[in-house]
Nanobody
Framework: QVQLVESGGGLVQPGGSLRLSCAAY????????MAWFRQAPGSERIFVAA????????DYVDSVKGRFTISRDNAKAYLYLQMPNLKPEDTTAYFC???????????????????WGHGTQVTVSS
């Protein structure tokens, strides 16, 4: 079993930055792919970024590509999402999922991920 706890969300002005963290507990040595998804109330979860265990070929949704950076520290069992230049449309809850599998073609699919955290809220507003 793996437990995931997100943190780092908050209120920030447009153009500001946040770094989200996701701490993994339990059988962290079994974790393969990790990702960030975001979800507004009443809406479906939307893929943001994903990374495999060795960190190669990070994947991003087009709306954040070149702006957000996903990274992970396997020794500390942490996943991060660096979010500079935030926009009001980035406002929503962000979730960190993980799974033992690393299906490259499915990194952007929430069906790949068995373990999910409870989310952290990001609000971008002046």
């Amino acid at each position: 079993q793996v437990q995931l706890v997100e943190s780092g969300g908050g209120l920030v002005q447009p153009g500001g930055s946040l770094r989200l963290s996701c701490a993994a507990y339990g059988r962290t040595g079994d974790i393969g792919a990790m990702a960030w998804f975001r979800q507004a109330p009443g809406s479906e979860r939307i893929f943001v970024a994903a990374v495999t265990r060795n960190g190669d070929a990070p994947d991003y949704v087009d709306s954040v590509k070149g702006r957000f950076t996903i990274s992970r520290d396997n020794a500390k069992a942490y996943l991060y999402l660096q979010m500079p230049n935030l926009k009001p449309e980035d406002t929503t809850a962000y979730f960190c999922p993980a799974d033992e599998r690393e299906t490259y073609a499915a990194l952007d699919s929430q069906q790949l991920y068995y373990y999910w955290g409870h989310g952290t809220q990001v609000t971008v507003s002046s």
